[in-house]
T-cell receptor
Framework: GQNIDQPTEMTATEGAIVQINCTYQ??????LFWYQQHAGEAPTFLSY????GLEEKGRFSSFLSRSKGYSYLLLKELQMKDSASYLC????????????FGKGTMLLVSP | DTAVSQTPKYLVTQMGNDKSIKCEQN?????MYWYKQDSKKFLKIMFS???????INETVPNRFSPKSPDKAHLNLHINSLELGDSAVYFC?????????????FGEGSWLTVV
């Protein structure tokens, strides 16, 4: 089976840095994705990690440790528009592209 | 141009009715999906199609029947709607069925069963 855990909610202040953690237990592993979902909208792709280490993309970075079954999404210089749900998703080792999602972390950025 | 488009965006219907949600992607992708997001915002795979063929069918009641007339379209038909079917249904697509491909989501269809 698959199990993906991430905190339900987090709060942070504009301009700050926040780290959203995700731990997973899956049948095999073929990549980890982070998606952002604003209320009432579709999830949009943020990052993809398949090898250990840090992937940086502007204000957002994502880290993966396959041995620990652990990832985090780092958001720097937070803006109000970053208030959204952040979904951790894992592709298992079946060879198929289907993603299994965690329940999402609702991030609230305050002034 | 919208890459993955689905209609209708909002649908309110009574228990027992039959309804369909249509999805089209103009990305030239081979693989399409239906995901369901419940009231707790949990996004869960329902079906996956590759080149019009059913690849993955999760534990979904057989009242839900996907149909793929061609690889650019994947429609979802729901029979005998129940209150618990109220959710947001997201259509999505990816280049192909293999790993490493990003999945792109449509805007979602908000279904409310009353």
């Amino acid at each position: 089976g698959q199990n993906i855990d991430q905190p339900t909610e987090m709060t942070a202040t504009e301009g700050a840095i926040v780290q959203i953690n995700c731990t997973y237990q899956t049948s095999g592993f073929n990549g980890l994705f982070w998606y952002q979902q604003h209320a009432g909208e579709a999830p949009t792709f943020l990052s993809y990690n398949v090898l250990d280490g840090l992937e940086e993309k502007g204000r957002f970075s994502s880290f993966l440790s396959r041995s620990k079954g652990y990832s985090y999404l780092l958001l720097k210089e937070l803006q109000m528009k970053d208030s959204a749900s952040y979904l951790c998703a894992v592709r298992d080792g079946s060879g198929y592209s289907t993603l299994t999602f965690g329940k999402g972390t609702m991030l609230l950025v305050s002034p | 141009d919208t890459a993955v488009s689905q209609t209708p965006k909002y649908l309110v219907t009574q228990m027992g009715n039959d309804k369909s949600i249509k999805c089209e992607q103009n990305l030239g992708h081979d693989t399409m999906y239906w995901y369901k997001q419940d009231s707790k915002k949990f996004l869960k795979i329902m079906f996956s199609y590759n080149n019009k063929e059913l690849i993955i069918n999760e534990t979904v009641p057989n009242r839900f029947s996907p149909k793929s007339p061609d690889k650019a379209h994947l429609n979802l038909h729901i029979n005998s709607l129940e209150l618990g079917d109220s959710a947001v249904y997201f259509c999505a697509s990816s280049q192909d069925i293999t790993g490493g491909n990003t999945i792109y989501f449509g805007e979602g269809s908000w279904l409310t069963v009353v």
